[in-house]
């Protein structure tokens, strides 16, 4: 399920007591196939404005994961705290460099020192999507074929135990000894890795087939500088 699917439930749950994929529906006046879609592809612009108008969170929050869930929560409700690496709030993700070979499955990493080494995620999101920390890297992203849903020096975690292939997704993919990061999508009886950059002519669709085409893991979460 996307990202932004997964905190409009949280979203209506926490702040309506809404549960359950045909209530969220009929809260927000759509239909079940819209719903349907947005798991698989996340939500439209015009959907999230619709949820912050219906349920009351914030459209950005939806987008992105930042900021309050709730609109106009400011103020005296947030609050700020430093954090080291032995908060029991946080658990520590390596930040790793995937080092890939033609044709083979596995996979092995070496540390990426950048912002020192390691990136801290919520162990209550860790746990409530069901993920295994073990299983979890972070890598950067390089060139700009996924502009604008991820830029270069973005920063995405893997969740290496999700190999299935689902349309819609976004991955990271050993594409024939070259670790790249790519939206799958099915067309005509094939598996495509797709750009999400609108230039189609620099970024082309590949075909992923076989042991040219061997997915890593999914992309479960990102880290942006980009607002």
Known sequence: MHMQMRRLYEAAETLRGITGQSDVARALNASPQTINNWEARGM??????????????????????????????????????????????????????????????????????????????????????????????????KGESMEPSLYEDDVVVLNTIDTKLVDGQVYAFNYEGEAVVKRLSRDAGEWWLTSDNLDQRKHPRKICRGDACIVIGRVVRKESDRI
């Open 44 to 141: 439209s612009k015009a959907g999230m404005l619709t949820a912050q108008a219906a349920i009351g969170c914030s459209a950005t929050w939806l987008a992105t994961g930042e900021g309050p869930m709730k609109v106009g929560q400011t103020g005296p409700l947030m609050s700020v705290r430093a954090v080291d690496k032995d908060d029991p709030d946080f658990i520590e993700i390596p930040m790793v460099k995937l080092r890939l070979q033609a044709g083979v499955t596995g996979f092995q990493t070496e540390p990426d020192r950048r912002d020192g080494g390691t990136m801290g995620m919520r162990r209550n999101w860790i746990l409530r999507n069901g993920y295994d920390p073990a299983k979890l890297v972070a890598i950067q992203v």
